[in-house]
Each structure stands twice: as C-alpha cells, then as structure tokens.
C-alpha cells in the first residue's frame, strides 16, 4: 500500500462531458504526477505539479488541466470527452528531489 | 524522443520454465524501474535499479540494468502461476525539473499450470 488515494475508483461519462478526478497524495510528498494508461498499453504522462504550478507536460491537449492544492493533494479534469479518453488514470506522488513515485491505485474511466 | 520497446509483448510459458524480459530504451538513463500489472489493477513496483550494473532479486524474479547498452532484463525463474501478470518497465525521463517515467509497453506474462 503507498498511500496514495485516488477518488472516484470507477465512472462512466458520456461523450461531450466533463469529468473531475482525484487524487490525495502520500504524506510530505509534493510533487503529483497524472498518468493515462489506455487498455493494453503502458502508462502516459500526462502533467506534474509541484507546489501548486504545473511543473511538465505530456503530450495531452489543453482540455487535459490540473490543480494542486496547498495539501498537495491534486485533480484532473477532462473537459469534452472523447471516446478515446477511456483509460485508467493513474496518479502518483513523490518527494522533492525525486526519489521515485508512488502510484496510486487508479481510476477507471469509461466514455460511452 | 526518448522510445522504451520491450519484448516479447506477450509470453506463455510453462510452469516451472526460466524466461527473460528485455527492456531496451533508446536516450541515456541511469534509472530504471520495474512494474508489475494485475487486471484492472495499478502498478505494483517490483525493482528500482539506480546505476549500471545494478542487479536486484526478489524471490524468483532478478532484474538488472546495463546503461551502456541501454538494455534491462526481467529474469524469471521457475515459473509459478501466480507470476502472470502484465510487466512494465519504467525509464526515468526526468529533465529540467520535471520528475517523469516513460514506460514501455508492457509484457504480457501468462504461466500454465
């Protein structure tokens, strides 16, 4: 277990829809990263956040943001769902100075 | 654009056989992680090999790292069912502060009884 929670663990969307997903890092860790993982592939970076800025980008377009919070804990949100954006979305946190991340357990998205 | 390739993307072996995963990744790294998948599960860390010739093992599975070549191999001994699962490795991308993986694209381990 890393400690790294992620709400909620499933949700469907429809097409078009905004979708807001979360993420409560591990303790003193404050730096969050978002991952997608689409099915049978491996995980995409997707942002990081460090202190509350983002800190690095992916390949993801704008409709992909973010927030960190003063707790760092972080969202995701999706704006104009594709079909395509169906994944697992993974965070996961790390320490100043990178020591490597924790990934958290995941959210599984589904746009129908 | 660093590029991570694993192989093979799948794997079917018998229980009891020996097998290596090869992770060859394209950009020079020094870190390297390994992942393991369940479905519909998040990653599992497995190893973390943090210089050239780092050799890691955990109960029937050795990883290691060769940066020179660019290459780390999962070495699975004695298969046991239990072991399937999908496996990733991980390569340590970061730069200019920003702390990142690129994964590669994951092998898909099934042992037969």
């Known amino acids: 277990e890393t400690g790294v929670t992620q709400s909620p663990t499933h949700l469907i969307k429809t097409r078009g829809q905004q979708v807001t997903l979360r993420c409560s890092s591990q303790?003193?860790?404050?730096?969050v990263s978002w991952y997608q993982q689409a099915l049978g592939q491996g995980p995409q970076f997707i942002f990081q956040?460090?202190?509350?800025?983002?800190?690095g980008r992916g390949n993801f377009p704008p409709r992909f943001s973010g927030l960190q919070f003063p707790n760092y804990s972080s969202e995701l949100n999706v704006n104009a769902l594709e079909l395509d954006d169906s994944a697992l979305y993974l965070c996961?946190?790390?320490?100043?100075?990178?020591?490597?991340?924790?990934f958290g357990q995941g959210t599984r998205l589904t746009v129908v | 654009e660093l590029k991570v390739e694993q192989n093979p993307l799948f794997l079917s072996m018998q229980e009891g056989k020996n097998y290596t995963i090869y992770c060859n990744y394209s950009?020079?790294?020094?870190?390297l992680y390994w992942y393991r998948q369940d479905p519909g599960k998040s990653l599992e860390s497995l190893f973390v090999?943090?210089?050239?010739?780092a050799v890691k093992q955990e109960g029937r599975l050795m990883a290691s790292l060769d940066t020179k070549a660019r290459l780390s191999t999962l070495h699975i001994t004695a298969a046991v069912h239990d072991l399937s699962a999908t496996y990733f490795c991980?390569?340590?991308?970061?730069?200019?502060?920003?702390?990142?993986?690129?994964f590669g694209t994951g092998t898909r381990l099934k042992v037969l009884a």
């Open positions: 996961a946190s790390s320490l100043e100075g990178w020591t490597g991340a924790f």
């Open positions: 950009t020079t790294s020094d870190r």
């Open positions: 303790s003193g860790h404050n730096t």
């Open positions: 991980a390569v340590d991308a970061s730069s200019s502060g920003t702390y990142k993986y690129i």
């Open positions: 956040y460090y202190r509350e800025e983002e800190n």
């Open positions: 090999l943090l210089s050239n010739g």
